[in-house]
């Protein structure tokens, strides 16, 4: 974590705890540019990462994005990249993730969670955190948990979705 972009280099995965036997991996990759799909930078190496995912969390920077035109524009253009790479990464689970709300003052965020809920970014969950301070990190991962042991019932019950993690 640091205050520049393509901080994140490399994958990495991590396995987050909640609690007795309540744990999953997150793989953390580093952003997408435009032509990822393509090949641009890396892109091709780490959409290959987001194959092997169930459920897909978009983090977006807030303090640099703190307009929901921006935010729109930086979905667009990261379902862009996943519908070149594979049409099936498009259609799974994703939820939107603004990141660094500690960089912004309360309303300022409620403006921007207001605007993101009128423009109704593509129907997903919103979630607002600080990688810096923690706030908001609990709430997240305790509904990625949920999700996935809905997901896991669903699944032994004989539903099976293809959705992804990450």
Not at 6 to 16: A, K, Q, R
Not at 85 to 99: A, F, I, M, S, T
Not at 151 to 157: A, D, G, V, Y
Request: glycine residues 12%; charged residues 25%.
């Amino acid at each position: 974590m640091a205050d520049y972009p393509f901080t994140t280099l490399y994958p990495h995965l991590g396995v987050v705890r909640l609690g007795e036997g309540q744990s999953f991996v997150i793989a953390d990759i580093p952003g997408l540019v435009e032509g990822a799909a393509e090949g641009a930078g890396l892109g091709v190496r780490f959409l290959r990462h987001l194959s092997r995912t169930r459920l897909l969390l978009h983090l977006v920077d807030a303090g640099a994005a703190a307009e929901a035109a921006e935010v729109e524009r930086q979905i667009t253009l990261i379902e862009a990249e996943l519908r070149g790479y594979d049409q099936g990464l498009e259609q799974r689970e994703r939820w939107l993730v603004l990141n660094k709300i500690d960089l912004l003052d309360e309303q300022r965020l409620e403006a921007l969670r207001r605007d993101l809920g009128e423009r109704r970014v593509g129907g997903r969950p919103l979630f607002t955190i600080s990688a810096a301070t923690g706030k908001g990190c609990p709430e997240l991962m305790g509904a990625v948990q949920q999700w996935l042991e809905g997901r896991n019932q669903n699944t032994q019950h004989g539903e099976h979705h293809d959705t992804v993690q990450e």
